[in-house]
């Protein structure tokens, strides 16, 4: 898995620290002895770990050194943290199976989960995904995220569920006319299915609008209550029109808490672009359903192809040959969501990433702009959070 490989001899070490380079890089020490456990770690100069590991030991020091223990050198040399961490994951889960996860101190991302398959359905915090059937999580179960925490999760999803009427109580229903309900029935906050308070068609409506919702990052419900705000206003009801934009106006604090990196996590596809290790090109990274394959080496200026063709061509022709990851179980796949929160949520992180529509298609001339910021090493771009219009005005209040 890893590139290069090259024998080290304490006598020869000069010619060996000599011959790797001075770049950051994921390595694995080995023993003469094939059954003795390997150092692996990843370095940003991967020359000066050498010497720190494998020169002669330095009097009365506890420094590590490794210099009569190693006879093998692997390395791969990478280009960005984000590479560096996703191939150092892997070499992790293939030489110490049991062990990785500890060594990576993974932690698992949260997430908004639907549980569909319920019959009344209602939403929950997990960090669990459902088993893998294929390429896809298997269940009607949908889940959104990556979160940076449970706590923010949390948050969002009760100041989301504030606009809907589904249910917030997480036992199995077993609907009696005879149950007294909860307080969120008695506040009309939810639809009560508990004592038979809506029908089942009512019920899943509601739990439509909610998954819609979800998976539009808010803006199926901030289109209907801008339809119906504008349609009261229309009809001179201007008390209901200024209610509904007063609860407009609340949904926007909400839909601020929500990160641009979560999306429903079966249907999301993004590329993330980050600094390559080799000269003229960008390293891109394919995020398909939570899981994460590459790197894949995009060169900016190629001469094999003709002038005509367009960057966003190349792109899309280097992404169709560039095949998605098969995780071989639900862990895998969460254990990749894990590595894109991890970074996704740093405050020093390298690296632009470009989600794919609702109709999967990729907003090309921004990854084109991204594209050349990284290998320039520009900032990245900075979205702006959409506001809704200005307040409703009645006849009294509009100005002559």
Not at 5 to 10: G, L, Q, T, V
Request: aromatic share 8%; proline share 6%; hydrophobic share 40%.
């Amino acid at each position: 898995m890893l590139s290069e490989r090259i024998e080290f001899r304490p006598e020869t070490d000069a010619e060996v620290f000599s011959s790797v380079a001075a770049a950051p890089a994921v390595f694995l020490l080995r023993g003469e002895d094939a059954n003795s456990e390997p150092y692996v770690s990843k370095t940003a100069n991967l020359r000066r770990r050498l010497q720190r590991l494998l020169s002669l030991p330095e009097e009365r020091t506890k420094r590590l050194n490794l210099r009569d223990r190693v006879r093998w050198i692997e390395y791969t040399l990478t280009g960005s943290d984000f590479e560096s961490g996703f191939v150092l994951y892997q070499i992790l889960r293939a030489v110490f199976p049991k062990t990785y996860s500890n060594r990576l101190r993974l932690r698992f991302a949260p997430l908004v989960k639907l549980h569909l398959e319920n019959e009344f359905p209602r939403a929950s915090i997990t960090t669990r995904l459902g088993r893998i059937s294929g390429k896809r999580i298997s269940g009607n179960n949908v889940y959104y995220g990556p979160f940076a925490s449970r706590v923010a999760a949390e948050k969002f999803m009760n100041d989301a569920l504030d606009f809907f009427k589904m249910r917030r109580c997480v036992e199995d229903l077993h609907p009696d006319p005879k149950f007294p309900g909860c307080v969120y029935s008695e506040m009309k906050m939810c639809l009560a299915p508990c004592f038979r308070g809506c029908t089942d068609d009512e019920y899943r409506a509601e739990v439509v609008r909610v998954e819609d919702f979800l998976d539009s990052r808010g803006e199926s419900l901030k289109r209907q209550m801008a339809a119906e705000r504008d349609a009261a206003s229309a009809k001179m009801e201007f008390e209901t029109a200024a209610a509904i934009h007063a609860r407009l106006d609340k949904l926007t604090p909400v839909l601020q808490q929500l990160p641009e990196f979560v999306h429903r996590i079966d249907q999301s596809h993004a590329v993330i672009v980050q600094k390559s290790r080799q000269e003229e090109r960008v390293a891109l990274f394919r995020v398909d359903g939570g899981s994460l394959a590459g790197p894949l080496e995009f060169p900016i200026s190629d001469a094999e192809h003709t002038k005509s063709q367009s960057m966003e061509a190349r792109i899309q022709a280097a992404l169709t040959a560039f095949p998605a990851s098969k995780p071989a179980s639900a862990i895998e796949r969460m254990e990749h969501l894990a590595i894109l929160k991890r970074w996704c949520y740093r405050g020093t992180r390298a690296g632009e990433i470009f989600f794919a529509d609702t109709r999967g298609e990729l907003p090309m001339r921004r990854l084109v702009r991204g594209i050349g910021r990284v290998y320039k090493g520009e900032a990245p771009e900075t979205s702006l959070v959409a506001t809704p219009a200005g307040p409703v005005q009645s006849k009294e209040q509009e100005k002559p």
